[in-house]
């Protein structure tokens, strides 16, 4: 007996909040490039340069919280920024282990040039919704943003407080080897005074 194959209808998609979000960028991704004009930076290396111009000598790791863009894309896009003179490579201030990036005069050019491309696509995006419901949707997905960045918030404030415990133990330590060694002073203390009172001193 053959297989029926089952073929997704459009129910399903219209249903799924994944698909209508994946749609809703690559529009969003559309109207960007049609703002900016061949040449021009896209929407994605536009969102690199304004976070690396928000906070100067980020590393990678530090992009893709910024960003929310997946790692192996994110250093795709770095390696060609490199290439294009957009961001200038650095080797981190607070990691050894790492390379930073910071905008260069072109990226800085470029992220200038970027603003109205971006603002054009976001005000086209708003336009399928009546001005009522534009408040609300900036607040979902804000909320959206907020939930996918707890993750790395947890998981910075956890080294955070790794960092700091690993700092207090030595000075615990000898608090507690301080603590141990003052009775004994003191014991040794007695012991002096009272030979010295047998010696009339």
């Known amino acids: 007996m053959a297989k029926t194959k089952v073929k997704p209808s459009a129910d399903v998609l219209g249903g799924s909040v994944t698909h209508l979000l994946h749609r809703a960028l690559q529009l969003a991704l559309d109207y960007h490039s049609e703002a900016a004009g061949a040449g021009a930076v896209t929407q994605r290396q536009y969102t690199v340069l304004a976070a690396a111009a928000a906070n100067d000598g980020l590393t990678q790791n530090d992009l893709?919280?910024?960003?929310?863009?997946?790692?192996?894309?994110?250093?795709?896009?770095?390696?060609?920024?490199?290439?294009?003179?957009?961001l200038v490579r650095e080797r981190s201030?607070?990691?050894?282990?790492?390379?930073?990036?910071?905008?260069?005069?072109?990226?800085?050019?470029?992220?200038?040039?970027?603003?109205?491309?971006?603002?054009?696509?976001?005000?086209?995006?708003?336009?399928?919704?009546?001005?009522?419901?534009?408040?609300?949707?900036?607040?979902?997905?804000?909320?959206?943003?907020?939930?996918?960045?707890?993750?790395?918030?947890?998981?910075?404030?956890?080294?955070?407080?790794?960092?700091?415990?690993?700092?207090?133990?030595?000075?615990?330590?000898?608090?507690?080897?301080?603590?141990?060694?003052?009775p004994k002073a003191g014991k040794k203390q007695k012991k002096v005074k009272k030979a010295k009172a047998v010696l009339g001193v």
């Open 93 to 182: 201030a607070t990691d050894g282990r790492a390379n930073s990036v910071r905008l260069s005069q072109a990226g800085r050019a470029a992220l200038a040039a970027g603003a109205a491309p971006s603002a054009i696509a976001d005000g086209r995006l708003l336009a399928a919704l009546s001005p009522k419901k534009r408040e609300g949707f900036m607040k979902t997905l804000s909320a959206i943003a907020v939930a996918a960045d707890e993750p790395a918030a947890k998981e910075k404030a956890a080294k955070k407080a790794d960092k700091a415990k690993t700092a207090k133990a030595p000075k615990a330590k000898a608090a507690k080897i301080k603590g141990d060694a003052a």
């Open 64 to 86: 893709v919280r910024a960003t929310g863009i997946d790692r192996s894309t994110l250093a795709d896009l770095v390696a060609r920024m490199l290439v294009k003179g957009l």
